[in-house]
């Protein structure tokens, strides 16, 4: 590929300038033609037909038509007043209407000059109208018209700044006539024709002005596999590299405080646990460094498999450390281990931004000389004073809190050797899922709930009819039971949450009159909260109303109820994980997800598949399917990465394994690809990731 023609800045591409330049790399990041010939339309339009006006009938899709402009006309007075513009093709007239802009369009549009004009017709009061149709002049009839027209995602600024899809397409179709000749292939004559692909260079130019559906379909196809091939052979060759470079230190011994553990406990492991135990010993004695993700639903003990993982450390003569992304969950832990190693003697320490100066002071010094052999905490395990003696271990929770820049830095804790890394996730985040579907991280699997559990019933409830959620939950707590109800976090306004909750105080204080209600937020001092919570875990409040800041952590096994307000606000691994908080006893626990009628199809189905299912992994595919995924080697958490475009592991799964084996096939007989045949491939991979920070290797 001609890399400096295609690497010139969008401020010289004609029609774009400093302006629209700046706006399309803070909107899109993109900053060069190369860029923008990867920015691929989300749909098309056909145009390939051009309509006569008399052929109009009923309602119908989009339609293209030729004709002229007869003259225009002002209607109505005030907000109502619109531009009418009658356009005729000698076969019958429509009305062309604008709201807005009229004194433009009466300028630029000429009576009696021939044009293309395409938009939805609506028929109203005997005549047919289109508000605001595209026009263009019949002389661009080859850029605009006779095929498949693209449609791509832009965004309000970009709309403001001169940019709708007409304009972005305009700014393809120049592009791509200015770049085509510079284009080169990316893949071997061998793989093009083993893969029956296309040709790349025809294939950016079928994917933004496709000539047939065949040829549209034919370039999707090559430039997926042109996605998922590179970021195979990239991700193969880091893990590769990884496991050669990242030694591990040798945890072999089974001691005290792991036979310990397992005599103390009052329960027996279950088979899924055992087996995850298993795979982490065989890790910490391979001599490689350990980067392993436990998968594992709600519920399904996975607290209980670090905690054995974390004493494999002590046991061994070094230290562990669990990271939390909220205060409330590492206190939770905290508790969790604390009552677990209680009858060990083993002592746990607690280190988040609340505590106090003097135990953070004894903390930090019992950690640097490895008196305090196992610290949780929040991000503030991160700070450079937190130092450690000899790190032998570190477990993160529900990862998907943490940046990836942030989790690197718990990474170099270790000394000469880095720590393990075990990552726990009840519902893996896009990046993670998208990570395991290239399998650069070793995966362990908890698919076994402890005995006992019940699956959590969950149901639909409108707005309109809350006072059946309220007599459900009265039947409920006249049974001892007790219910959370979580309010959204509304991101435009803190001061709208705060309302919403404060509301909701209100609404369930009057229909609860006899019941003890308490409430938890964010903006609530430490203290504070520590007393609401601790009236709820007692008993003697039965409602606990909250924010998302319960979203994980709490553990109340006498809670059987999770009425999610506003459940269309959430995702759906926020909506899963708010479930998972009950279902933690023996009674048959529920989860009701209240919403106004009003959906929009995203929400509707996240509502739907919670109603349908508890599978924690069904939810993550789906999750992934409906949000997108994370960047597989970058920082961003969730949508998609430049290289990432057009693929989508979640519905290219025959693709993603198809490229998964060539590249193994190819990296065996050419590990560093410095055979002639593959140079190419090197080029292209480089290219790609050229002067870009990788992050892959933190799990």
């Not at 938009?119 to 289109?130: E, L, Q, R, W």
């Not at 061994?316 to 003697?345: D, F, K, V, W």
């Not at 919403?500 to 369930?508: N, S």
């Amino acid at each position: 590929m001609a890399k400096d023609f295609l690497l010139t800045p969008l401020t010289y591409l004609p029609g774009v300038g400093p302006r629209r330049a700046k706006a399309l790399a803070e909107e899109l990041d993109l900053y060069t033609y190369l860029d923008l010939l990867h920015y691929f339309p989300t749909k098309y339009v056909d145009r390939s037909r051009i309509y006569q006006i008399r052929e109009l009938r009923g309602e119908m899709p989009h339609v293209e038509l030729k004709g002229y402009i007869r003259d225009f006309k002002e209607v109505g007075e005030g907000r109502k007043k619109r531009l009418v513009a009658y356009f005729t093709d000698g076969t019958g007239t429509i009305e062309l209407v604008w709201f807005r802009s009229m004194p433009y369009i009466r300028q630029r549009y000429i009576p009696g000059q021939w044009y293309l004009v395409f938009g939805k017709p609506v028929f109203f009061n005997g005549a047919y109208s289109i508000s605001h149709p595209e026009i263009d002049e019949e002389s661009k009839a080859a850029q605009v018209s006779g095929g498949l027209m693209p449609v791509y995602p832009l965004t309000e600024k970009l709309t403001r700044s001169g940019l709708n899809s007409r304009q972005m397409r305009q700014l393809l179709y120049v592009l791509k006539e200015a770049c085509v000749p510079h284009i080169t292939e990316t893949l071997t004559p061998e793989i093009i024709e083993r893969a029956r692909l296309m040709s790349y260079a025809e294939a950016i130019e079928q994917i933004h002005f496709p000539v047939t559906k065949e040829g549209l379909e034919a370039a999707r196809r090559r430039l997926k596999f042109d996605e998922l091939f590179f970021i195979q052979l990239r991700l193969l060759g880091m893990k590769r590299d990884r496991k050669a470079a990242s030694p591990g230190l040798l945890l072999p011994r089974v001691g005290d405080a792991i036979r310990g553990l397992y005599g103390s406990l009052p329960f027996d492991l279950t088979g899924a646990q055992k087996r995850v135990i298993r795979e982490i010993q065989a890790d910490v004695i391979s001599g490689r460094q350990m980067n392993r993700l436990i998968q594992g639903d709600v519920g399904s003990g996975k607290t209980l498999v670090a905690l054995f993982s974390m004493l494999l450390s002590v046991d061994n003569g070094y230290q562990a450390c669990m990271m939390a992304p909220t205060e409330i969950l590492a206190r939770q832990h905290y508790a969790s281990l604390c009552e677990y190693l209680a009858p060990l003697g083993i002592e746990v320490g607690l280190l988040i931004g609340s505590t106090k100066k003097k135990e953070r002071t004894r903390l930090l010094a019992d950690l640097s000389t490895g008196a305090l052999k196992i610290i949780v905490g929040t991000h503030a395990l991160l700070e450079p004073v937190v130092q450690f003696a000899h790190l032998g271990l570190a477990v993160i929770d529900e990862q998907h809190r943490f940046g990836v820049v942030q989790r690197s830095g718990l990474w170099q804790k270790g000394e000469q050797i880095h720590p393990h890394i075990l990552i726990m996730s009840a519902t893996p985040i896009p990046r993670t899922l998208a990570m395991t579907l290239y399998g650069d991280l070793d995966i362990s699997v908890i698919d076994e709930l402890p005995p006992g559990r019940k699956p959590i019933e969950t149901y639909h409830q409108s707005e309109s009819e809350m006072y059946r959620v309220y007599q459900f939950l009265e039947r409920q707590m006249e049974e001892s039971r007790q219910a959370y109800v979580v309010f959204p976090m509304i991101e435009e306004s803190e001061e709208e949450s705060m309302r919403t909750l404060d509301e909701g105080f209100r609404r369930y204080s009057e229909h609860f009159a006899h019941r003890k209600i308490v409430r938890v937020h964010g903006k609530m001092k430490p203290d504070e909260k520590d007393e609401a919570m601790r009236s709820f875990v007692s008993g003697e409040a039965q409602i606990l109303l909250a924010t998302t800041v319960i979203e994980v952590g709490v553990n109340v096994p006498n809670a059987s109820v999770m009425v999610i307000e506003g459940a269309n606000r959430f995702g759906l691994s926020q909506l899963h994980q708010l479930r998972g908080r009950v279902g933690r006893g023996a009674s048959q626990s529920y989860c009701i997800l209240v919403t106004g009628k009003d959906l929009g199809e995203d929400a509707k189905r996240r509502i739907a598949i919670m109603v349908e299912t508890n599978d924690g992994f069904v939810i993550a595919e789906e999750d992934m399917r409906l949000r997108g995924f994370g960047e597989i080697d970058g920082t961003r958490q969730s949508g998609q990465q430049l290289s990432l475009r057009i693929a989508n592991p979640a519905l290219d799964g025959a693709m993603v394994q198809y490229t998964r084996t060539l590249a193994e096939e190819i990296l065996s007989e050419d590990p560093d690809l410095q055979l002639p045949k593959n140079e190419i491939l090197r080029h292209r991979l480089h290219e790609i990731y050229y002067e870009r920070p990788s992050w892959s290797q933190i799990s």
